[in-house]
């Protein structure tokens, strides 16, 4: 039996009690069970039962424009992760002129739904606006923008927001620091002088580092093991560590669970934020099986450390995944098919959250 876990802030202005007393309101919306079954609870309600964030990553284009995606998003998720609408690039495409209309849409929706939101990204090496990163700008102007930037972003949405990804994937894969404007210009202290420009901003959110390839125990997990322990021993703010789990089928690394507890050592949330389980297309049966028994080790991995407070999904359906453009000749990642059905990952999450075996619900 998994544990009461608390993953709320107190004084957000979106608390957990929120969360809980808006599933009930959610469930009628594009939630019906496929037939009548002794168990037809949503993943947000097993999920909600656990304290636990079940999340989605999500895109304000469906949100607005597709009933199904956006009556799914609410009724089995309690936590929203905007995929692009808060990356800098998004935000400020120019400089000093602002677009918030996409960010402000999933932050509004999750309120008007009861859910959290965790904030993606304010320091990532990738997409962003041309005006910065061919700007020609010195370090002590790249600093300036930088922590401007978080203050900006950060700063409106302080009190709405769970969590933030301040740093995206500051490593490479043998462990060494990622060539980017911002490492390029200031060096290694680029991160701690994020994650207190970030807390400054907004003094309630928590504060993560997030990145690829880290689930298991190798080259890359060790230096933001030793990032992270370094930067505590600092009093530098920093809360949670972020593993994206982008996985390929049959590849969830057997010491996954030993990994989160390392960091949760460290006083640390663990988070899964960016699940999904691609495969070479075309799927069979057997596949769809593999893949539901990845998904289920995931989520189980992450409940089984009290640490680890959630698992956001990369997506709901497999219409509009990112990894058919990213990795040619792959897709079927997430737990619902391109017209909604539930696959047997989806039954593999709500079982691996509390769910009877013999239940199914779309």
């Known amino acids: 039996m998994h544990r009461q876990r608390r993953v709320a802030a107190p004084g957000r202005a979106l608390r957990w009690g929120a969360v809980l007393a808006a599933a009930a309101a959610c469930l009628a919306m594009g939630a019906a069970p496929a037939s009548a079954q002794a168990d037809d609870r949503t993943l947000r ?6 304290g636990f964030r079940i999340g989605s990553g999500v895109e304000a284009w469906l949100i607005d424009g597709e009933q199904r995606y956006r009556d799914t998003s609410a009724a089995q998720f309690n936590s929203l992760t905007p995929g692009n609408e808060m990356k ?3 935000v400020e495409p120019s400089r000093g002129q602002f677009n918030w209309s996409g960010a ?8 008007a739904n009861g859910q959290l939101v965790y904030g993606h990204t304010l320091v990532w090496h990738s997409q ?25 972003t950060a700063g409106r949405y302080a009190g709405d927001i769970y969590a933030w990804d301040v740093v995206n994937e500051p490593f490479n894969e043998d462990g060494s620091m990622r060539s980017s404007i911002f490492y390029d210009n200031l060096g290694t202290g680029y991160i701690a002088e994020a994650l207190r420009a970030a807390r400054a901003a907004d003094p309630e959110a928590k504060l993560y580092l997030n990145d ?9 997990s060790d230096a933001m093991y030793e990032l992270a322990r370094s930067l505590l021993e600092q009093g530098v703010p920093l809360d949670g560590i972020g593993l994206q789990s982008h996985l390929i089928l049959g590849q969830v690394p057997a010491d996954m669970q030993q990994n989160i507890q390392r960091f949760a050592d460290l006083g640390l949330e663990v988070t899964i934020t960016e699940l999904d389980v691609r495969i070479q297309l075309p799927a069979d049966q057997a596949e769809l099986a593999t893949q539901a028994e990845d998904y289920r080790k995931v989520v ?6 009290d640490g680890c407070t959630g698992v956001t999904i990369w997506g709901i359906t497999d219409a509009h995944s990112w990894i058919p453009d990213t990795f040619p000749g792959y897709g079927a990642a997430l737990p619902y098919d391109e017209n909604y059905a539930a696959k047997p990952a989806y039954q593999a999450t709500h079982e691996a959250l509390g769910g009877d075996p013999a239940a199914s619900r779309r």
């Not at 402000?104 to 309120?111: E, K, L, P, S």
């Not at 690829?212 to 890359?220: C, F, R, T």
Request: charged fraction near 15%.
């Open 45 to 50: 309600e097993l999920a909600d039962a656990q």
């Open 88 to 90: 800098w690039g998004s």
């Open 104 to 111: 402000d849409t999933i932050v509004a929706t999750a309120q």
């Open 128 to 152: 962003l606006p041309s005006w910065f990163s061919n700007g020609g700008f010195s370090p002590e102007e790249v600093r300036t923008l930088m922590t401007d930037h978080i203050a900006t």
């Open 212 to 220: 690829y390839n880290i689930e298991g125990i190798n080259a890359k």
């Open 300 to 305: 189980t991995a992450c409940l089984n450390v």
